[in-house]
């Protein structure tokens, strides 16, 4: 691990493409920061294949107040050592309200999964209530905030 360039893997689920938006804002952030960087959606990730990263990034839009089944299932599918090492964070787009406990939720994920240093996250407002229709996308300062959160995880 050490000497090489830094990987990143961003994974996500989406409905609507907003949880797509943050995770391409996160994606962003590495990159500013000289990671190397993949966007996956949760059914394209091989588990073998997170041996390869330094720093996984998880996305999930928050269905009442928890991630998205797809990802829950992906994280509890995982090998119980399977980020061993690696940094990690969570990030949702919430339409309602509780974006923060959906965080709180896929942080202990995480850490069941061994990550090394799990960030809290962001939760940004996006999408309509119990809807699939697209609603509004998230506002600069929450792409801001997504940015800032893949540049935190390149430091770490």
């Given at each position: 691990?050490?000497?090489?360039?830094k990987r990143?893997?961003?994974v996500?689920y989406?409905?609507?493409?907003?949880?797509?938006e943050a995770a391409?804002?996160v994606a962003?952030?590495?990159?500013?920061?000289?990671?190397?960087v993949?966007?996956k959606t949760?059914d394209q990730?091989?588990?073998?294949?997170?041996e390869?990263?330094h720093i996984?990034?998880v996305g999930a839009?928050t269905?009442?107040?928890?991630?998205?089944?797809?990802v829950?299932?992906?994280?509890?599918?995982l090998?119980?050592k399977?980020?061993?090492?690696?940094?990690?964070?969570?990030?949702?787009?919430y339409?309602?309200?509780?974006g923060k406990?959906?965080?709180?939720r896929?942080?202990?994920?995480?850490?069941?999964?061994?990550?090394k240093?799990?960030l809290?996250g962001?939760?940004?407002?996006?999408?309509?209530?119990l809807?699939?229709?697209k609603?509004r996308?998230?506002?600069e300062e929450d792409v801001?905030?997504l940015?800032e959160?893949?540049?935190?995880?390149a430091r770490?």
């Open positions: 691990m050490f000497g090489k360039k990143a893997l961003v996500y989406t409905k609507t493409g907003h949880t797509l391409e804002a962003r952030g590495l990159r500013e920061s000289r990671v190397e993949d966007i949760v990730v091989d588990p073998s294949d997170l390869s990263y996984i990034a839009p269905w009442a107040a928890r991630p998205a089944r797809p829950k299932r992906f994280l509890k599918g090998d119980k399977a980020l061993k090492g690696k940094a990690a964070a969570p990030f949702t787009a339409a309602g309200m509780r406990a959906t965080l709180r896929m942080r202990r994920l995480l850490r069941k999964r061994k990550a240093k799990v809290k962001v939760a940004v407002k996006a999408g309509a209530p809807s699939l229709w609603g996308s998230p506002s801001a905030r940015e959160l893949g540049r935190k995880l770490l």
